[in-house]
């Protein structure tokens, strides 16, 4: 029998193999997640870029927040997929993720940004 050489070896290299459709289902998430991250980043290039009639230091942190945030959340996402793939090899119940909490900070702060700079 051949080592097993998947990547990364700290999520693979311990317990047993779950049932392959909850690896795939954790793994799909994990895209989810990216797929989100790109909306996010283009949303905050797109405020910027279609330099709406708003209040230009208001939409310019908006746009940042979008933007900083569609980079962050695949690199937690990768935490949260790694984690969650380490519990269901190990039998142990699943953590709680903290990426959607991450998200809806960022998606209300951008709102609330947006809100102000037209109000203003």
Same mark, same amino acid.
């Given at each position: !029998? ?38 996010? !980043? ?43 793939e380490?519990r !269901? ?11 959607? !909490? ?12 947006v ?6």
């Amino acid at each position: !029998m051949s080592p097993d050489r998947r990547f990364p070896r700290a999520v693979f290299g311990r317990g047993d193999e779950p049932d392959v459709r909850f690896s795939l289902a954790n793994e799909r998430t994990f895209l989810a997640w990216t797929r989100t991250a790109l909306a996010l !980043m283009a949303g905050g290039v797109a405020l910027e870029a279609l330099a709406l009639d708003l209040y230009a230091p208001l939409r310019l942190a908006a746009s940042l927040v979008l933007i900083i945030t569609g980079i962050v959340l695949p690199v937690i996402a990768w935490f949260e997929w790694a984690r969650v793939e380490q519990r !269901m090899r190990e039998g142990r119940p699943l953590p709680h993720p903290p990426t959607g !909490m991450v998200l809806a900070v960022a998606v209300v702060a951008a709102g609330v940004l947006v809100l102000l700079a037209i109000l203003r």
